[in-house]
């Protein structure tokens, strides 16, 4: 019972997992990439979790879903501005 | 000619893929053999730490650690080599301000527990960085410019410091004839304990930093000129 359980659970995860990874690579959206992609981070932490590694799961979730997730969503934001602009002069000054 | 492309490379990831399934299963016949869990298990006493993870991370393979930190210090060096950052977003509004105020400290709280807590549980230098990192992240997204990091000639001190401390405590085993980062036994603890701290507070800054997304020095003369 409990193993049937468990078989199961583990079963969403992976299913849910990979189809959160197909979804972030496909998405044409760069914003929607980042976003399913921290998504993608989160669930990976549950999979870590679940495989009683806590250590790795801490960080995925710290550095993998949150730090790299928020580092990914401002390149999104400049890419974006960049791209607005369009050859035009950079709003933000930064232009290397 | 594109579609014989992908053809190509659809054979080579199902050859990968065929690779990759006959590396697990062979990995499954052959089963739970001798690993490494049992010896690293077994020099534990001698680490003077409990948890066996950071026994490995800043004890048995404290190389790989020392190099992790510096590809960090190489990533945002890279950083302040793009440009100049953009200045910050706009202050924040009442609501945030009070959630940032209750937030900022919190993270840095949780980020000593899990500084300290990585001697004997699930925690460590990383984890601990990446929170004082975060609480870097949303105070700049509440308007603070430089994220709540201090002083550039600051900054840098604290940049370095991870390697600094961990290249320090290896070339001062040397120096008592035990060689690079090999501890001795009484005083594992706490040379492992000041590595992760100096190891944390350089993670925290370099994440911060890496988040502000550009060098922080020329802030005066870009707004000077524009």
Same mark, same amino acid.
């Given at each position: 019972?409990?193993?049937?359980?468990?078989?199961?659970?583990?079963?969403?995860?992976v299913?849910?997992?990979?189809?959160?990874?197909?979804?972030?690579?496909?998405?044409?959206d760069?914003?929607?990439?980042?976003?399913?992609?921290?998504?993608?981070?989160?669930?990976?932490?549950?999979?870590?979790?679940?495989?009683?590694?806590?250590?790795?799961?801490?960080?995925?979730?710290?550095?993998?879903?949150?730090?790299g997730?928020?580092?990914?969503?401002?390149?999104?934001?400049?890419?974006?501005?960049?791209?607005?602009?369009?050859?035009?002069?950079?709003a933000?000054?930064?232009?290397? | 000619?594109?579609?014989?492309?992908?053809?190509?490379?659809?054979?080579?990831?199902?050859?990968?893929?065929?690779?990759?399934?006959?590396?697990?299963?062979?990995?499954?016949?052959? *089963?739970?053999? !001798?690993?490494? +869990?049992? &010896? %690293?298990? /077994?020099? @534990?006493? $001698?680490?003077? =730490?409990?948890?066996?993870?950071?026994?490995?991370?800043?004890?048995?393979?404290?190389?790989?650690?020392?190099?992790?930190?510096?590809?960090?210090?190489?990533?945002?060096?890279?950083?302040?080599?793009?440009?100049?950052?953009?200045?910050?977003?706009?202050?924040?509004?009442?609501?945030?301000?009070?959630?940032?105020?209750?937030?900022?400290?919190?993270?840095?709280?949780?980020?000593?527990?899990?500084?300290?807590?990585? *001697?004997?549980? !699930?925690?460590? +230098?990383? &984890? %601990?960085? /990446?929170? @004082?990192? $975060?609480?870097g =992240?949303?105070?700049?997204?509440?308007?603070?410019?430089?994220?709540?990091?201090?002083?550039?000639?600051?900054?840098?001190?604290?940049?370095?410091?991870?390697?600094?401390?961990?290249?320090?405590?290896?070339?001062?085993?040397?120096?008592?004839?035990?060689?690079?980062?090999?501890?001795?036994?009484?005083?594992?603890?706490?040379?492992?304990?000041?590595?992760?701290?100096?190891?944390?507070?350089?993670?925290?800054?370099?994440?911060?930093a890496?988040?502000?997304?550009?060098?922080?020095?020329?802030?005066?003369?870009v707004?000077?000129?524009?």
């Amino acid at each position: 019972m409990t193993a049937g359980l468990l078989l199961l659970f583990d079963l969403v995860l992976v299913t849910t997992l990979v189809g959160l990874a197909i979804a972030a690579l496909i998405s044409p959206d760069l914003r929607r990439a980042v976003m399913l992609f921290i998504a993608f981070g989160l669930w990976l932490a549950l999979v870590w979790a679940r495989l009683r590694a806590p250590d790795v799961a801490l960080a995925e979730a710290a550095i993998g879903a949150g730090l790299g997730g928020a580092l990914m969503l401002a390149a999104a934001r400049r890419a974006a501005r960049r791209a607005s602009a369009n050859g035009g002069i950079d709003a933000e000054g930064g232009e290397a | 000619m594109k579609s014989a492309g992908g053809l190509v490379i659809g054979a080579f990831v199902l050859l990968l893929a065929i690779w990759l399934l006959w590396v697990v299963q062979t990995a499954i016949d052959i *089963g739970a053999g !001798p690993r490494l +869990a049992e &010896q %690293a298990f /077994a020099g @534990l006493p $001698a680490t003077g =730490v409990s948890n066996p993870v950071t026994a490995v991370l800043l004890s048995y393979r404290g190389y790989d650690t020392l190099l992790e930190l510096a590809v960090l210090l190489a990533a945002l060096l890279g950083i302040w080599s793009l440009g100049a950052a953009s200045p910050g977003f706009q202050a924040a509004g009442a609501v945030l301000q009070g959630m940032v105020t209750l937030v900022v400290p919190l993270l840095i709280l949780a980020g000593g527990y899990l500084l300290w807590v990585g *001697g004997h549980a !699930p925690g460590g +230098a990383f &984890q %601990a960085g /990446a929170l @004082l990192g $975060a609480a870097g =992240v949303v105070m700049r997204l509440a308007g603070d410019e430089r994220a709540g990091l201090p002083p550039l000639a600051a900054q840098r001190w604290l940049v370095v410091a991870g390697v600094a401390v961990f290249v320090l405590v290896g070339i001062a085993t040397m120096g008592l004839g035990a060689g690079f980062l090999a501890y001795p036994i009484g005083w594992s603890k706490w040379l492992i304990l000041a590595i992760e701290t100096a190891a944390t507070v350089a993670i925290g800054t370099t994440l911060a930093a890496a988040y502000v997304g550009g060098r922080p020095w020329s802030h005066a003369d870009v707004s000077g000129q524009s």
